[in-house]
């Protein structure tokens, strides 16, 4: 069954096409992790998270008294 030319031809057309598919999601989440322009966010969210800490810092010194 599997010596047939169009089963041939249907497995290597699926692995190409799988190939394909592992390789652009690959070089997508590499471009999301490596991105330059998201150390910007980092560090907008750097800062967020140092005030929210400070809120709560705030909060529960006022609570503890």
């Known amino acids: ?3 047939t030319s169009t089963n041939k031809a249907a497995m290597i057309r699926n692995y190409i096409l799988l190939s394909l598919v592992v390789m652009i999601l690959g070089v997508g989440l590499t471009d999301i992790f490596k991105n330059p322009g998201r150390v910007g966010q ?3 969210i750097d800062n ?3 005030y ?3 809120g709560f810092v705030a909060q529960t010194q006022k609570s503890g008294r």
Request: aromatic share 8%.
């Open 52 to 54: 929210i800490n400070a």
């Open 1 to 3: 069954m599997l010596s």
């Open 42 to 44: 980092k560090d907008r």
């Open 48 to 50: 967020y998270v140092r």
